[in-house]
Structures are given as structure tokens and as C-alpha cells.
T-cell receptor
Framework: GDSVTQMEGPVTLSEEAFLTINCTYT??????LFWYVQYPGEGLQLLLK?????DKGSNKGFEATYRKETTSFHLEKGSVQVSDSAVYFC????????????FGAGTQVVVTP | GAVVSQHPSWVICKSGTSVKIECRSL??????MFWYRQFPKQSLMLMAT?????????EQGVEKDKFLINHASLTLSTLTVTSAHPEDSSFYIC?????????????FGPGTRLTVT
């Protein structure tokens, strides 16, 4: 079945450091790929998405490129801030009629001043 | 736009009682709503897919008689945890989609924390 694997956390960084969170997937067909962010005590918010191969999603300084050849969708940000501390989830949307989301395990990111 | 609310945001109940959680789409009509469960420091697990006016579709391993889902209108879905036990304690999250096909984006509610004592 479809699955998403992302790097384990927590990832601890200093402010202004470069962030990468690896995400790979297994899926039949051509799923859409997403990154969601969950701040402490809150629900999930869509951070960015890509719907086809070689698409690059970007938002708030974060970027991720849909790589079909490596089945990856790694999240990157060039200079993190303390406010980026959160849990980040990689997800794929299945190609069935309901478009269910399959989530990775989540990666906690802690940015220190 | 596309705001989803949940009520209550947290609830404590005694073992053996039932608890109802509401999920509302505030500014759009949601043909499909999803219910997830999230354990501490873990990912979201899809419990069921709920379509307005029809029975919910449960994921494998989810007890439909224990987790009753009702999608009575295009803006409201409810999850009732029946005869709750401490192992049902978790963070329950709903999401809603604007359309009725797989290409529609899901908008998430803020979640409901259930503690069963």
C-alpha cells in the first residue's frame, strides 16, 4: 500500500541555520505530495504542496520539489527562525476517489535562539 | 476562508461513558469529512471517511460500533466515542474537503483532546 517515510526527530537547530527534512514515499499511480505543519497545541496547516513530478512547492521560505525518480519530497528552508519550531508532516494524497491523505510519522523541529 | 472548527477542544470523561465530538465547516459546504486520531508524538491515523447523507467508511482495524460517525449535513459531522476506556484517550482531528472528489484539498480542524479516566 501507499506509505510515507520521513526522517525522525527531533531536529534541533540554531536560528538562521539551514533545515532539511527528508521524505520519501511509496505509491501506486501519481499521488500529490504535501507538507503540513503543526504548531504546539494546534491542528495541521498546509505548508506547501506539489501535484506532479518536478513541481516545486514553496511557502514562507520553505521549498520542496516532487522528485519522481527518487520518490522524494524533501523539505528545505535556508534560514530558520525560532517561530519555525513545530512538527512537520509529509503526506501523500492517494489516487482513489476519496483522496485520502497518508501521513509520515512527523518530524519535530526545535529552533533555538 | 475554509475554516474548520471542532467542539469541544478538550474533554475529560469517565470510563464507560460516551463522548460526542463535533466538526463543522464554518464557511463552506463539506461533502466529505475525515476523522483522524493522533497519539502523543506520533502521526495521524485515518479512522474513517464521512460523506454527507451516507454511512461512513471505516479504515481497517477501526471499530465502527465504538466510533460512531454521523455526517448529517454539509457543514457538520460528529464522532461519538461509545463506552470510552482509557486507551481511547487521544487527540482527535477532523478535516473537510470542498469538493467530492480526490483532488480537493483537506482543511483541518484544531483537534479535540479526549482524556478518559
Amino acid at each position: 500500500g501507499d506509505s510515507v517515510t520521513q526522517m525522525e526527530g527531533p531536529v534541533t537547530l540554531s536560528e538562521e541555520a539551514f533545515l532539511t527534512i527528508n521524505c520519501t514515499y511509496t505509491a501506486t499511480g501519481y499521488p500529490s505530495l504535501f507538507w503540513y505543519v503543526q504548531y504546539p497545541g494546534e491542528g495541521l496547516q498546509l505548508l506547501l504542496k506539489a501535484t506532479k513530478a518536478d513541481d516545486k512547492g514553496s511557502n514562507k521560505g520553505f521549498e520542496a520539489t516532487y522528485r519522481k525518480e527518487t520518490t522524494s519530497f524533501h523539505l528545505e528552508k535556508g534560514s530558520v527562525q525560532v517561530s519555525d519550531s513545530a512538527v512537520y508532516f509529509c503526506a501523500l494524497r492517494t489516487t482513489d476517489s476519496w483522496g485520502k491523505l497518508q501521513f509520515g510519522a512527523g518530524t519535530q523541529v526545535v529552533v533555538t535562539p | 476562508g475554509a475554516v474548520v472548527s471542532q467542539h469541544p477542544s478538550w474533554v475529560i470523561c469517565k470510563s464507560g461513558t460516551s463522548v460526542k465530538i463535533e466538526c463543522r465547516s464554518l464557511d463552506f459546504q463539506a461533502t466529505t469529512m475525515f476523522w483522524y486520531r493522533q497519539f502523543p508524538k506520533q502521526s495521524l491515523m485515518l479512522m474513517a471517511t464521512s460523506n454527507e447523507g451516507s454511512k461512513a467508511t471505516y479504515e481497517q482495524g477501526v471499530e465502527k460500533d465504538k466510533f460512531l460517525i454521523n455526517h448529517a449535513s454539509l457543514t457538520l459531522s460528529t464522532l461519538t466515542v461509545t463506552s470510552a476506556h482509557p486507551e481511547d484517550s487521544s487527540f482527535y482531528i477532523c478535516s473537510a474537503t470542498l469538493g467530492n472528489r480526490g483532488g480537493s484539498e483537506q482543511y483541518f480542524g484544531p483537534g479535540t483532546r479526549l482524556t478518559v479516566t
